[in-house]
């Protein structure tokens, strides 16, 4: 793993911990202000899985938000 990916994973990893909404509302910013400037290119992985949505949609394998929430405590066990 590059140095850039273990950052973001670090990054991701601390979001996801924290309870701290003032610190979510100023990275929330950043990446606001920050995202009219640059352009993210996807890897060819990323790529792939968009693919591979698009065809679950188009071959009707999706699920509904109610059905989704409504299994939320089944993987919160």
């Known amino acids: 793993m590059t140095a850039l990916e273990n950052i973001k994973n670090s990054l991701i990893d601390r ?12 990275i929330s ?10 352009t993210v290119g996807l890897s060819s992985e990323q790529i792939e899985m ?19 929430k409504a299994s939320d405590p089944e993987w919160l066990q």
């Open 15 to 26: 979001i996801l911990a924290t309870q701290n909404e003032r610190l979510l509302q100023a």
């Open 29 to 38: 910013t950043i990446f606001e202000t920050s995202a009219s400037e640059e």
């Open 50 to 68: 968009l693919a591979m949505s698009d065809d679950d949609i188009v071959n009707g394998r999706v699920i509904s938000e109610e059905d989704l």
